[in-house]
């Protein structure tokens, strides 16, 4: 029997955004992502928020129990965020560090899942921001201006990232999930000290798919989907590999009921998938170089964290040759390409201990 073909084998991956959840369904999601990536940054956006060095401590027990419990995943790591707002004290800045945040994360109220909470009045943050940017912590932006119409938001939101960027000349900044040309080109216009990721789905995908024959709810997402040249955009700075830009899913599960219903919530699944598809969409946009620095190098090299696979302990992961079809469900939750057929299976590769 000939062996299949390995695409490509890189160091075990990041994802700098993920929704991780609690409760009952945490220790799933976080199999399905720890089949393909190491080190995740989960968002603070659970019920209830993650505000306090307190919840930090016990949403990293939460995860790190989950991702053990059937020890495959040790070596799984999660990177924390809490959730700007009123009720954070600057002064809690330095402990929520020391309790394992890597990066705060603002929602506008009303701007997407569990943000009825966000922030209205930006200048209130300023004192909270000052001191993250005294710590050195990431701020990480929900960039979306949830008052205008839904396909220009992000765009509306782009000035108040500027004020940001000149009202706090040594914070990090993370615009995330960027969708539009617009926000490519601000980017472009911004110092290296603010970053950008993008999403897999906001790569394949545009609002056609979304609603240009039946209404398709799974790809139901905020940021929504965008017109075909504001993808397009997003595609070419990834593949000509532009050096602010880096890999957060977005990866979003909702329970069917929530995604299928007449009140569907925004977010797409995408953790099952994620890394085989990065990987097709490398090779088909003859790019494949291309995908370790988009998700082994820049967020790392951002993030000051050690790039995946700098330890020969570190584990690596084989894009093997050996097409399979998307389950229908994950649990309770339908998959980005349920029923597809994906080119490529996930294998990790021994660690050296
Ligand atoms: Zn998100």
Redesign the pocket.
Known sequence: MTRPEILIEIPKPDDF???LRQGAELQQYTHDVARSFRRVLA?P?TLPPLKTPEDLRDYRAQITKAAGVIGLFEEFTPLLTFKLGSDVPATSVAALKKAGAVAGKLYPQGA??NSEDGVQDLGEMYPLIEAMEAEDLVLCI?GEDPTAFSLNREAAFLPKVAQLVQDFPRLRIVM??ITTSDAVTALNSFPDRVGATITLHHLLNNLDDLIGGFLNPHLFC?PVLKAPNHQQALVAAVLQGHPKIFF?S?S?PHAVDQKECAVGCA?VYTAPVALPLLAEFFRAGDFLQGLEPFICHRGADFYGLPRAGSLASDPQVALVAEPWTVPARYGRVVSYAAGSTVPYRVETREVQK
């Open positions: 955004h993920i929704h968002m956006n997407t899942t929900h995330e999930h905020k957060g977005d979003a977010g």
